[in-house]
């Protein structure tokens, strides 16, 4: 499929699953409970996807990635607020991959609008579309959204938490809940009993958590909206941080990679013979558009490398910098086809005519979006399948990726992320293979849904009956710009037009003042000048 067939794809997708939730199948899939991916062993308990508690203490299983940003210091920061636990003293390690560690912050970008200038209905529309991440189980580090996604799951865990904990200790000691304080990991009794969260920990996995607590104010926050020290700085300044490339496993072997040094450009040709003459070498594979060598130490095999005489095919873009923007300044002498923002009248303001143009012209050289950390990441088969270890913004992407790589089944294969040494999004290479099955999935319930919903309307005018309400003009703004306005390109999919009583239903009732005024206010519709404020007024429904 052509490149705008999968983006319009995707953008039928986001509108599809923040619709579905709204009707049973997708309620259904987005409040259902989660299974928990945690094995905490023996010694150890469990009281949500995200917390352990063993008699060490407790650890955090943090389901986004540390490279830089500092995740490690904030997510611990929002357990301990509720936990009341001393928040360096909480260990943090990346846990599974597994749907329980959607990240519904990724839909906050997901609108073709900008973040400071949304309506209300584009508000809505991002909150619905965070169901997308729950049902496919998107569990991605980036965007700037692990903060975004964490603050309230993370308090709500620790909440929980601490809510099971205390009832555990009221039903050992035979005294009311509302009379037990928590305090540094403890539940503390009146009296001055103390009893410490790991000997309660047992108990409290038996009782069933809340649904849901009330939080603390900011007012009472320790740690979150204050400066701190990074856990992890000391791991880092000291080498004992766990890159990728620092995995060491029994009888390992060593790659490296060799491709063309401009970004694109293919391999016409190569020769390895001198490569594999050197000792140490076992094997030098073609990837078809570069090489890799297999060597008993890093050293040999990136020596061996080297040592292959490769002929380069030339890169489909210019070859300098100088040239690049030589390309760049012709494109800006064009017509204008983009804006940010166009607020005021610049026309109305007067200005002298000596000060109507300024001009300057600004460039930069052009930077490698590269990692501090050469790329890297390990690999060990077994009979019972793949480990991997690298450092992953989704690994449940990895897995994929690994398992087609090598014939076994996904759940054959294991991500352990490691830390990262920077990431700028590598992960997206996996993204299209991963959204073409949840598109098909979406596109058949939408099917579905508008079979039921011509079926309805087969005898009737709207809705309910012969007069519209407002049923008529909510379920409008989905299923009726999905088959007249062709919204998110979905007679691409769904044949829109082949659902007569719909198309029939969804043009009266595009014609209503309500469906109008609506259009206008969240500028779908007309000339600027004709647009509206957002605000209702009975007689739209006149």
């Known amino acids: 499929m052509a490149n705008w067939g999968k983006i319009a794809r995707r953008t039928f997708l986001i509108g599809s699953a923040a619709m579905a939730g709204g009707v049973a199948f997708g309620v259904w899939q987005y409040r259902r409970e989660l299974p928990n991916p945690l094995d905490p062993g023996a010694d150890g308990v469990t009281l949500n996807p995200w917390i352990i508690i063993d ?3 407790v650890t955090l299983i943090a389901a986004r990635a540390e490279m830089g940003q500092g995740v490690y210091t904030t997510l611990p920061a929002l357990l301990a607020e509720e936990l009341d636990v001393a928040w360096d003293q909480i260990r943090v390690i990346h846990g599974p991959a597994a749907q329980a560690y959607f990240n519904a912050g990724l839909m906050s970008h997901a609108l073709p609008s900008t973040d400071y200038d949304r309506t209300g209905f584009q508000e809505v529309m991002v909150e619905a579309m965070s169901v997308l991440p729950k049902m496919i189980g998107l569990q991605v580090t980036g965007g700037s959204t692990s903060s975004l ?3 309230d799951k993370l308090r709500q865990a620790g909440a929980t938490a601490r809510e099971v904990l205390k009832q555990a200790a009221a039903d050992r000691l035979g005294v009311a809940m509302g009379s037990l304080e928590t305090r540094d990991g403890r539940v503390i009794a009146p009296g001055g009993v103390e009893l ?4 309660l920990a047992e108990d409290a996995a038996r009782i069933a958590p809340p649904r849901r607590v009330e939080l603390r104010p900011a007012s009472q926050w320790k740690y979150l909206g204050r400066a701190m020290p990074r856990l992890d700085m000391v791991e880092k300044v000291t080498g004992t941080a766990q890159f990728a490339i620092d995995v060491r496993l029994p009888g390992m072997r060593f790659a490296t990679v060799r491709m063309n040094p401009h970004l694109g450009g293919a391999m016409v040709s190569f020769d390895a013979r001198a490569a594999l003459a050197i000792p140490g070498v076992e094997r030098v594979v073609d990837l078809g558009h570069g090489i890799a060598v297999v060597a008993t130490t890093t050293w040999t095999a990136m020596k061996a490398a080297e040592a292959v005489a490769i002929e380069w095919a ?14 760049i300044r012709a494109a800006l002498d064009g017509p204008a086809n983009s ?33 501090m950390e050469p790329m890297s990441a390990a690999a060990h088969f077994t009979p019972r399948g793949l480990d991997i270890w690298t450092g992953s913004q989704a690994p449940g992407f990895a897995e994929m990726a690994a398992a087609r790589a090598v014939g076994l089944a996904p ?3 294991r991500c352990h992320v490691t830390y990262l040494g920077g990431g700028f999004g590598h992960f997206y290479k996996y993204a299209p293979e991963k959204f073409e099955y949840p598109i098909d999935r979406f596109t058949m319930e939408i099917k579905r849904q508008l079979d039921v919903l011509d079926k309805n309307l087969a005898d009737r005018q709207f809705l309910c009956g012969d007069n519209y309400n407002i049923a008529d003009i909510a379920t409008y703004a989905w299923y009726g710009n999905l088959v007249i306005n062709n919204q998110y390109e979905a007679e691409e999919f769904i044949e829109a037009a082949s659902y007569k009583n719909v198309v029939r239903w969804a043009t009266e009732i595009q014609a209503r003042p309500a469906v109008q005024r609506g259009r206008r206010v969240n500028k779908v519709m ?13 007689s739209d429904f006149y």
Do not use: F
Request: hydrophobic share 35%; net charge negative.
């Open 55 to 57: 008699q060490s203490g």
């Open 149 to 151: 996604d964490a603050y």
């Open 196 to 199: 410490s969260y790991q000997d």
């Open 314 to 327: 030339p890169a489909p873009y210019p070859d300098s910098s100088l040239e690049m923007l030589t390309v």
């Open 339 to 371: 804006k940010l923002r166009d607020d005021g009248d610049v026309d109305a303001v007067q200005i002298g005519a000596e000060d109507q143009v300024i001009e300057a012209e600004y460039s930069v050289p052009w930077l490698a979006h590269a990692t």
């Open 411 to 413: 759940e054959q294969v």
């Open 526 to 538: 007309g000339p600027e000048e004709l647009q509206l404020p957002e605000r209702h007024h009975a």
